[in-house]
């Protein structure tokens, strides 16, 4: 059984590790580090994803995916908080879109925004990450849909999203 001082310690060190995560990997796309830094199952879970991301290598593939859409994108933690096996980061991003996202055209538009991101760490490694952001503000931001959410639900009863998602304008 851990003592205080090693629990928290080891709370420490899994904040610098989610900490090195964001810098490393997020902000200077150096998607090799998630080697060194994320367990070979890594599962991430991204409200804009269907079903879960298995898979070190699936989670390298979409946040590069990202860093391609928003090779600025700089995300800065706000705040941290650890208990068991978990770390919490309250963040702000800032990205401009010039890079194809989801098979739609750059925008050129910029996204401020914060969320929430859960982090499971087991054994020094990242195992699991729970994102939580509001992914219709990040999409009314680069112009993708309508800011008026009733003209979104119009739009959507008679078919216009599908639509703009068959043709790439909007993420399906």
Known sequence: MESG?????????????????I???LNNHNYD????????DHVLHHPAQPAPVRGRQGLKDITE????????????VEQFVAEDDWVVAYTSLTATNTGPLSGGKP???SVRQTGITFYRVVD??????RIREDILYM??????????LPVLQVMNKIG??????KLGKIPS
Request: charged share 25%; hydrophobic share 45%; with cysteine.
């Open 5 to 21: 001082a090693q629990t928290a310690s080891r709370l420490e060190a899994n904040k610098k590790l989610v900490q090195s995560f």
């Open 23 to 25: 810098d490393e990997v």
């Open 33 to 40: 580090v998630a080697d060194e830094l994320c367990a070979e």
């Open 65 to 76: 995916e990202v860093g391609i859409a928003f090779p600025d994108w700089h995300m800065v």
């Open 107 to 109: 925008s050129g538009k």
């Open 124 to 129: 020094g490694k990242i195992v699991e990450v």
């Open 139 to 148: 999409l009314q931001s680069l112009g993708a849909i309508p800011k008026n």
């Open 160 to 165: 216009v999203v599908r639509l703009l998602q």
